[in-house]
């Protein structure tokens, strides 16, 4: 195989190689896409729909599906304000914050509707909001405390989050996952596997926490990242492609020897001779150079004598 050749497959396979990979990395946004619509309809949908029962949404012990996420309902119970915890690290409005974490102890989870009350003596994690951390993020602060006695609250459903392996002060946690709160709280009780963000308390008290932030419905730049990629890929096709036939067609730079002189005398047998390289060329200008220089050698030399 010609260096030429070689030279312009290799061209070819790298082009496949970075297209491919370009390929899939536009598959890859594509995918962040469409699942980050998938959020946003979710909240859409649910965010501002009118609060239901919590009974009937869903089962203590069931996780939450992801078209139930932001679900306003209605649950009545009592709060445990003892056994609140603080939830580190979560900014709210740009604001360093810890959110104020307090166990629901759930009395009706049907909110009155039903005959009988339901999931009694089970126990909801619910954010009331959040509080500065103050001067010193180590502190505890002094959240606002939360109606006494028996409350009907309407919250927003929110998945549990995966534990938090970083370890957290005394009546702390990292993350918002309701087994891990609840140990810290020093409650012992069937626990939903979800948290609300709370919406509103009845009887309602003053002051209270900071309102949670609405989730974001920015699609953000994935559609446009995967379309980037995708012409990336056409471009590193298109590019190497045309580099390669450029290689194909030009060639390799081979040298041949010729005579200056094809009329001269030739040296003695075992002189050393000397050679002068020109290049091929596939178009066969350099035969036509030889030949004009042949004729006017000849030319030349006949008017001489």
């Not at 899939?24 to 965010?47: E, P, Y």
């Not at 009988?116 to 003596?121: A, E």
């Not at 405390?145 to 970083?166: F, K, N």
Request: proline fraction near 10%; glycine fraction near 6%.
């Amino acid at each position: 195989m010609r260096p030429s050749v070689r030279r312009a497959v290799g061209l070819v396979l790298l082009a496949v190689a970075l297209a491919t990979a370009c390929v899939f990395l536009g598959r890859w946004q594509w995918n962040r896409h469409t699942w980050r619509d998938a959020q946003i309809d979710v909240v859409k949908s649910n965010f501002d729909a009118t609060p239901v029962p919590l009974s009937t949404v869903l089962d203590p012990s069931d996780p939450i599906a992801e078209d139930q996420l932001w679900t306003p309902v209605t649950v009545t119970g009592h709060y445990e304000p003892a056994a609140t915890v603080e939830l580190r690290n979560r900014p709210a409005d740009g604001t360093p914050a810890y959110h104020v974490l307090v166990p629901f102890m759930v009395d009706d989870s049907s909110a009155g509707t039903a005959a009988q009350p339901t999931d009694v003596g089970t126990v909801l994690v619910v954010d009331r909001g959040w509080v500065p951390t103050g001067e010193n993020a180590d502190a505890d602060v002094t959240a606002p405390a939360p109606p006494s006695g028996e409350a009907t609250i309407t919250v927003r459903l929110r998945a549990s989050e995966a534990d938090s392996r970083r370890k957290a002060p005394p009546g702390q946690v990292q993350a918002i996952a309701v087994d891990e709160v609840l140990d810290v709280a020093g409650i012992d009780a069937p626990t939903w596997q979800v948290y609300g963000g709370l919406v509103s308390e009845d009887p309602a008290v003053s002051p209270m926490p900071g309102t949670l932030p609405e989730p974001s419905i920015d699609p953000g730049s994935h559609l446009s990242y995967a379309f980037q990629w995708w012409v990336f890929a056409i471009g590193s096709l298109a590019g190497f492609t045309l580099l390669a036939r450029r290689e194909i067609l030009e060639g390799d730079d081979e040298r041949a020897p010729v005579d200056p002189d094809p009329w001269a005398p030739r040296p003695p047998r075992g002189a050393r001779k000397e050679r002068v390289y020109t290049s091929k060329r596939r178009d066969g200008r350099a035969e036509a150079e030889e030949d004009a220089l042949v004729e006017a050698q000849l030319s030349s030399r006949v008017a001489s004598e």
